[in-house]
């Protein structure tokens, strides 16, 4: 088991910007892949971004890609989501997880999850 604590989210305007941060302990963070979710209210939790264990591979899903950039710090056991251009539909509950790459990919059994950080977007 991973644990996980994400920081950075925040009330922000439409178009502005956020960077999300994820840190883990408890396991060998450069063997893991780490992802990004969001869950809005009334709504099930979804898939942002994750990325490999490396940092060489990037995966995002259509809502995001071109605004969000998904990265990480092995050194600092870190995982980081940059969130640009930012949307009222953006607005959710961001949580990390981490995981197999197929598991953090398939999104159902995932083994470590963060406690959620609030991000809104004002228009």
């Known amino acids: 088991q991973v644990q996980l604590a994400e920081s950075g989210g925040g009330l922000v305007q439409a178009g502005g910007s956020l960077r999300l941060s994820c840190a883990a302990s408890g396991r060998t963070f450069n063997s893991i892949a780490m992802g990004w979710f969001r869950q809005a209210p009334g709504k099930e939790r979804d898939f942002v971004a994750a990325?490999?264990?490396?940092?060489?591979?990037?995966y995002y899903a259509d809502s995001v890609k071109g605004r969000f950039t998904i990265s990480r710090d092995n050194a600092k056991n870190t995982v980081y989501l940059q969130m640009n251009s930012l949307k009222p539909e953006d607005t959710a509950v961001y949580y990390c997880?981490?995981?197999?790459?197929?598991?953090?990919?398939?999104?159902?059994?995932?083994?470590?999850w963060g406690q959620g950080t609030q991000v809104t977007v004002s228009s």
């Open positions: 997880a981490a995981d197999t790459e197929f598991e953090v990919l398939n999104g159902r059994n995932i083994g470590s």
């Open positions: 990325i490999s264990w490396s940092g060489n591979s990037t």
